[in-house]
């Protein structure tokens, strides 16, 4: 009875890692649509560096977080038969997840960024 429920266990947790890689992929794909978008229209203007600096880390910060969570989301592409090597699997896609979620904070960050320096500076 408890190789079944383990069993059972195991499965929902295999379609809650296929779910969750689903989200993943769709997060880093707008994420990467979003940015490329942004990053084309920049305007010209002449920021402080301080503000420089913010925005030059925040899109740091968000690239690198999509790069580790490509990588997680890569790493998972292949499923392993073995419970243990499972588990790895379901492992690294949350991991992938959390990472996605961290590089989409801080392109909200940026974007926060920008709407106050403009609310500021008009």
Same mark, same amino acid.
């Not at 978008?37 to 203007?45: A, E, T």
């Not at 301080?50 to 292949?78: D, E, N, P, Y």
């Not at 699997?89 to 320096?117: D, N, P």
């Given at each position: ?49 301080? %503000?420089? &600096?913010?925005? =030059?880390?925040?899109? +740091?910060?968000?690239?690198? #977080?999509?790069?580790? @969570? ?33 590089? %989409?904070? &801080?392109?909200? =960050?940026?974007?926060? +960024?920008?709407?106050?320096? #403009?609310?500021?500076? @008009?």
């Amino acid at each position: 009875m408890l190789k079944n429920h383990l069993r059972q266990d195991l499965q929902w947790l295999k379609r809650q890692a296929r779910k969750d890689r689903r989200i993943t992929l769709a997060v880093l794909g707008g994420l990467l649509a979003a940015w490329a978008r942004q990053l084309s229209d920049v305007q010209g203007g002449n920021p402080s560096p301080v %503000l420089l &600096a913010l925005s =030059a880390a925040l899109v +740091l910060v968000s690239g690198a #977080a999509w790069l580790v @969570s490509a990588f997680f989301v890569s790493r998972s592409l292949r499923v392993r038969r073995e419970p243990a090597e499972e588990l790895r699997w379901v492992a690294r896609i949350g991991l992938g997840k959390e990472w996605a979620f961290c590089s %989409l904070s &801080a392109y909200v =960050a940026w974007h926060l +960024l920008q709407f106050l320096t #403009a609310l500021v500076m @008009s």
